[in-house]
C-alpha cells in the first residue's frame, strides 16, 4: 500500500507569501505606524514554517527547496530579531547591506528557477529586485526606492502565494496546476 506524502512547498510559500504581503504594506507606504503587526507572522509563520518546510524538502532530496525555504525562513527570523530591537541598535545601512546580500542570494537562486516553471521563475525574479529596492532605499535613505521595493514586494507576495496555493487546490481536484513554462523549459 502506497502512502502519499505532502508537498512542503505549498507551506514554506504561503509562509513567505503572508508575511511578505503584510510587511510590504507598510514599505509601500500603505500601511502606516509600526511594523510590529508583522513580528509574529516573521518568527512563526514566514520564519519558522519556512524553515520546517526547508527541512522537510531536504528529507524529499530537493537541495533548491531546502536552500529556498530555509535561507528566507531565516531572514524572518532576522527581521523579526532586527526590527524588534532584540538585536539592539542596527544601523539603516547595516540593515541595507544584509538586504542586498539577500538580493544577490536570490539572484542566483532566481537562475535555478530557468526551468522549474513560469510561477517559480516570477516570485524568484519579483524577489530579487524588491531585494534590491529596499537595501538601496535603506542606504539611500530614500523612501522612493522602499516604496518602489513595497510595491514589488506585494506582487512577489501574491505570486508566491498562488504558485503555493495552486498545488494545493490542484492536488485537492485532482489536477495538474497550472504553473506556466519557465524559460528554458
Known amino acids: 500500500m502506497s502512502q502519499?506524502?505532502?508537498?512542503?512547498?505549498?507551506?514554506?510559500?504561503?509562509?513567505?507569501?503572508?508575511t511578505t504581503l503584510i510587511l510590504s504594506f507598510y514599505n509601500a507606504g500603505i500601511l502606516s505606524?509600526?511594523?510590529?503587526?508583522?513580528?509574529?507572522?516573521?518568527?512563526?509563520?514566514?520564519?519558522?514554517?519556512?524553515?520546517?518546510?526547508?527541512?522537510?524538502?531536504?528529507?524529499?532530496?530537493?537541495?533548491?527547496?531546502?536552500?529556498?525555504?530555509?535561507?528566507?525562513?531565516?531572514?524572518?527570523?532576522?527581521?523579526?530579531?532586527?526590527?524588534?530591537?532584540?538585536?539592539?541598535?542596527?544601523?539603516?545601512s547595516g540593515i541595507g547591506a544584509v538586504l542586498i546580500g539577500f538580493g544577490i542570494f536570490t539572484l542566483v537562486m532566481w537562475i535555478g528557477t530557468f526551468r522549474a516553471n513560469l510561477s517559480l521563475f516570477m516570485t524568484f525574479l519579483l524577489l530579487w529586485i524588491t531585494f534590491f529596492l529596499l537595501g538601496a532605499g535603506a542606504i539611500e535613505n530614500s523612501i522612493t526606492l522602499t516604496h518602489a521595493g513595497g510595491?514589488?514586494?506585494?506582487?512577489?507576495?501574491?505570486?508566491?502565494?498562488?504558485?503555493?496555493?495552486?498545488?494545493?487546490?490542484?492536488?485537492s481536484l485532482g489536477i495538474n496546476p497550472p504553473l506556466g513554462k519557465a524559460p528554458l523549459s
Request: proline content about 3%; overall charge negative; charged content about 5%.
Open 33 to 92: 505606524g509600526s511594523v510590529s503587526s508583522v513580528f509574529g507572522l516573521a518568527i512563526f509563520y514566514g520564519g519558522l514554517a519556512q524553515i520546517v518546510a526547508g527541512i522537510l524538502e531536504y528529507k524529499e532530496g530537493n537541495t533548491f527547496g531546502y536552500i529556498a525555504f530555509f535561507t528566507y525562513g531565516a531572514f524572518w527570523e532576522w527581521f523579526f530579531f532586527t526590527a524588534s530591537g532584540l538585536a539592539g541598535a542596527v544601523p539603516a
Open 151 to 171: 510595491i514589488v514586494g506585494i506582487l512577489t507576495a501574491l505570486v508566491a502565494w498562488y504558485t503555493g496555493l495552486v498545488q494545493v487546490v490542484a492536488s
Open 4 to 18: 502519499n506524502k505532502a508537498n512542503p512547498g505549498p507551506l514554506g510559500l504561503s509562509g513567505f507569501a503572508l
